[in-house]
């Protein structure tokens, strides 16, 4: 069994700042995340795929209230949620997302379902979710995804928008982030014991958010990607940036036609294209040979990663 098969999680990279967490936040924090590094760990340690090891992984991220994905997604401004998912195999560059729905329990289910039992890649709204319905994935009231945090957090944003706004325009961009603003995807990747790669993500998006709007978690090449011959890339952050960037599968390209390591090519990813647009967040990034990257220009990113092997998870918050 090759001992470099690992799994690397985040829970987004909109933290509370280190000011506001109290000890017992951050330990809850810590704990959701080592538990669900070991959950995928296990996987591979059995010889599982790197896409069921991702897709095990989500479903746990999702699942947990404290990351906006699934139950306890951020709301959109019109106090709805909208959540969008991918998966990508980075053995047969086979993609599936999808975007924009609000009945699907588990957005990244329906994303694989999508890969694995359509012809297209992306399948939106009321469609995404007839596909999803006929295939008999569990459907929800929308309700399901609400928590109170959330719907506070929903509250403070649209009551100080122009502030929100000023502070989401400033020039440092290890600014901690606003609260009311916060964003929080999730997402894994992983590589397995058979030498492959995969990419899951998975978003409630951006409190108050436009309906409608879709960001980079669901789009390929944005922010997910996978490709066993380079690199397999789940991002977060403010989502508008990371598609014009097109920074997941600017990792990859850096790899294969720059000939740029896992590291080099992330940092250069986070810290130069996606500064220089003012795009705030980060990723997590796994390449063929295990080398996992955590690259982030926010006060924090919630992250983890696990070797198959290893005794204990290893996770962070802040830099
Ligand atoms: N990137 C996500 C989006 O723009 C938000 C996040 O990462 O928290 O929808």
């Given at each position: 069994m090759s001992p470099k098969a690992t799994i690397a999680i985040h829970?987004?990279?909109?933290?509370?700042s280190r000011n506001n967490i109290s000890p017992a936040q951050e330990a809850a924090y810590h704990e959701a995340l080592a538990a669900i590094l070991r959950a995928g760990q296990q996987v591979l340690a059995e010889g599982g795929t790197a896409l069921d090891a991702v897709s095990v992984a989500v479903d746990l991220l999702e699942d947990?209230?404290?990351?906006?994905?699934?139950?306890?997604a951020v709301f959109t401004s019109a106090e709805t949620h909208e959540l969008d998912a991918a998966v990508m195999d980075g053995a047969t560059l086979k993609a599936g997302a999808i975007a924009c729905?609000?009945?699907?329990?588990r957005p990244l289910r329906a994303a694989r379902a999508v890969m694995e039992?359509?012809?297209?890649v992306l399948l939106v709204g009321a469609g995404a979710e007839a596909f999803a319905k006929g295939l008999g994935l569990e459907m929800v009231s929308p309700?399901?995804?609400?928590t109170v945090a959330r719907r506070e957090q929903l509250h403070r944003a649209q009551a100080s928008s122009v502030t929100v706004l000023d502070h989401d325009g400033a020039?440092?961009?290890?600014?901690?982030?606003d609260e009311s603003r916060k964003f929080g995807t999730v997402g894994a990747v992983a590589l397995d014991t058979h030498g492959n790669l995969a990419a899951a993500t998975s978003t409630g998006g951006m409190?108050?958010?436009?309906?409608?709007r879709v960001g980079d978690s669901p789009l390929i090449g944005a922010g997910t990607y996978a490709d066993n011959r380079t690199a397999a890339v789940s991002c977060t952050g403010t989502g508008e940036m990371f598609i014009r960037a097109a920074t997941a599968y600017e990792l990859c390209a850096r790899m294969a036609?720059?000939?740029?390591s896992l590291e080099a090519a992330a940092e250069a990813a986070v810290m130069q294209s996606l500064s220089a647009i003012a795009g705030r967040g980060g990723l997590i990034a796994v390449d063929a040979q295990g080398h996992v990257s955590l690259p982030f220009n926010t006060e924090g990113m919630y992250r983890g990663q696990m070797r198959v092997g290893d005794a204990e998870p290893q996770t962070a918050i802040f830099r």
């Open positions: 829970g987004g990279a909109g933290t509370l947990c209230p404290l990351f906006n994905a699934g139950h306890g729905v609000s009945h699907i329990k039992h359509s012809e297209h309700d399901y995804f609400s020039a440092d961009s290890a600014a901690p982030l409190t108050n958010k436009r309906p409608g036609y720059g000939g740029q």
